[in-house]
């Protein structure tokens, strides 16, 4: 069983749309919670990290759901330059666990 | 403050040649490592280093060393290059066992083997 699971998409979305990235884990003793963005062929940067409470930046808004072991990534009213992939990363003491992303493109 | 640095940016290789991409990080974080990423594909562990003189193997070792001397530098070396190791090599770096801090990434090599 892969460690993360995520839809790959593609999501294609009107500039102004919200959209919702779910990603299941396969291991309950995954302690950290992070959405990463990564653009064409360049390095994934942190998008914000995931609390157990729900955390929002902005127009991105994030959900950890531990019993479920399922994490979620809304973004509201999307822009052009939030095409990118979304990767979902649970940590396990020092092993980041990395999807394979959800794509998404945002269309003027 | 340059965060992580690799080079180079792109190589080409021909079969069997062999070669060091470079890594370093001025964070003073004790933890690095190395992925490749191929079309289609997630991240895949390499290697990983926990700290000077320690290294483990990752997820797909095979045809890759690694050395960590310093906590500053982590050079991952391709003893006898084959086309299949044709991908993108990220470095990455994170403060060790703090839960909940993140992994910052280098730029990442390009790396073609004809």
């Known amino acids: 069983r892969k460690e993360v699971e995520q839809d790959p998409g593609p999501f294609n979305v009107p500039e102004g749309a919200t959209v919702a990235f779910n990603c299941t884990y396969s291991n309950s003793a995954s302690q950290s919670f992070f959405w990463y963005r990564q653009d064409c062929r360049k390095e994934p940067k942190l998008l914000m990290s995931?609390?157990?409470s729900g955390n929002e930046d902005g127009r991105f808004t994030a959900q950890l759901n531990r019993a479920s072991q399922y994490i979620s990534l809304l973004i509201r009213d999307s822009k052009l330059s939030d095409s990118a992939t979304y990767l979902c990363v649970p940590r396990t003491g020092n092993q980041f666990y990395f999807g394979t992303g959800t794509s998404l493109t945002v269309i003027p | 403050n340059a965060g992580v640095t690799q080079t180079p940016k792109f190589q080409v290789l021909k079969t069997g040649q062999s070669m060091t991409l470079q890594c370093a990080q001025d964070m003073n974080h004790e933890y690095m490592s190395w992925y490749r990423q191929d079309p289609g594909m997630g991240l895949r562990l390499i290697h990983y280093s926990v700290g000077a003189g320690i290294t483990d193997q990752g997820e797909v070792p095979n045809g890759y060393n690694v050395s960590r001397s310093t906590t500053e530098d982590f050079p991952l070396r391709l003893l006898s290059a084959a086309p299949s190791q044709t991908s993108v090599y990220f470095c990455?770096?994170?403060?060790?066992?703090?839960?909940?801090?993140?992994?910052?990434f280098g730029p990442g090599t390009r790396l073609t083997v004809l």
């Open positions: 990455a770096s994170s403060r060790q066992g703090a839960g909940t801090d993140t992994q910052y």
């Open positions: 995931v609390y157990s």
